[in-house]
Structure formats: structure tokens, C-alpha cells
């Protein structure tokens, strides 16, 4: 992705966030706040995540 195209993307970014009514970005980031974290992913990081994914695989 050149610097041009990255500008461009943020440009794109900012101008969609700054659309939104503040209402609503309040509302989608308190959404965000409640989703439940999965413990062993957010305290021992990928590991956990990685053998998920191998046994997922061969079920």
C-alpha cells in the first residue's frame, strides 16, 4: 500500500466517523465496552487462541 493510498484510506475514515451522530458513536463504544472478553485469551494471549483453532480443526 503506497502513502498515497493510506492517506487516502484515513481520509475516507475520518470523514465516515465524523458522519456518524455523536449518539451513535456513544452507543457503538459502550456496546464495545460490555462484549464479554475471553479470560484465557486476554491473559495468556495466542496460545490459548492457537490451540482453539487446532482443535477446532480436527473436529
Not at 451522530?21 to 452507543?27: A, L, V
Not at 484465557?40 to 477446532?56: E, H, N, T, V
Amino acid at each position: 500500500m503506497s502513502g498515497n493510498d493510506y492517506v487516502k484510506f484515513m481520509t475516507q475514515e475520518i470523514v465516515k466517523y465524523m458522519d456518524t451522530p455523536q449518539e451513535e458513536r456513544k452507543k457503538r463504544k459502550s456496546g464495545r465496552k460490555h462484549e464479554p472478553d475471553d479470560v484465557s485469551d486476554q491473559w495468556l494471549g495466542l496460545i490459548p487462541f492457537a490451540f482453539r483453532l487446532l482443535i477446532k480443526r480436527k473436529k
